[in-house]
DNA sequence: TCTGAAAATGGACCTTT
DNA sequence: AAAGGTCCATTTTCAGA
């Protein structure tokens, strides 16, 4: 599953998390490799799919979703094909950023983000309310997002 | 807050979003408009801050962090400097992804990631059990990942 | 690791609204 | 003025020696 990384490759990846503009010959310079190096490397990485994507982050706020709501969820049933459903209508819905399906007191743990209360309000109907397999959910609004992304530590070794 | 877009910027962040690799040029053709207007739109949108940053998101699996976890934090109090210290200190924690102080039943609401549930067990210790501003917490472990980023919905409007 | 070709970015400048 | 288009210089990527 996990594949073999020397530190070259680390310090690649925690910078291209970080950010995924730096020029190649700058990444080389900070991780003391040739610009031709660090090309390489990074296309291995992208095609063993340890990096899946590049991607834009976009400042919520600025395109006028400024709530962010954690939403758990527990079903009436587990069986295979109810849940998978489910997770196939959270994961088309655009508004859902994560959805996770887990272990524990709930059933699904979901990262949605809104205009304002009343599109939440919305969703809620069309995604719970209209939903025989919820048996109940619950909501926890947003005040501050602390954090926000989708980082992986890299641990340099000592190899 | 929000800043005024038109749905040539709404289809770029669109794409962007999705894959921030796709050349301008390219892009032109997609949103039908010249390479070096995409270029100057582009531009725009990230000094004005839409686009917040650009970023290679990595498969957490094949950098050995395979678990993904959500935790539920009560604290004690919330006294402001004693939830700043908190915000801080998991703002700092590499493996806490996301972190939203949040109104409802739980003070906050973490997403980490860990390479097995020995070093959970090792964070939770760090994070919750040597803190005594935490009341309590509950974990909730991911079986699947159904839906991970962090795109934000550009509805088109029909200006 | 170096060199050079191809591709992509980004500025200059002109035109339209 | 504001924004689009074309053209050209510069920068970056990426393959071959």
Known sequence: MAVNLDNFDRKLLAEVQRDAQVPQNELGARVHLSTAAVN???RR???EGVIDRYCAVL???KVDYPLTIVTTVEVESEQIDLID?????FAQCPQIQQCYYVAGEWDFVLILTARNMEQYNELTRELFFSNNNVKRFKTLVSMSRVKAGMSVPVDLSDE
Chains 1, 2 share one sequence.
């Open 45 to 47: 990485l992208a095609e």
């Open 85 to 89: 459903a489910m997770k196939r209508t």
């Open 40 to 42: 390489r490397r990074l």
């Open 59 to 61: 400042a919520p706020e």
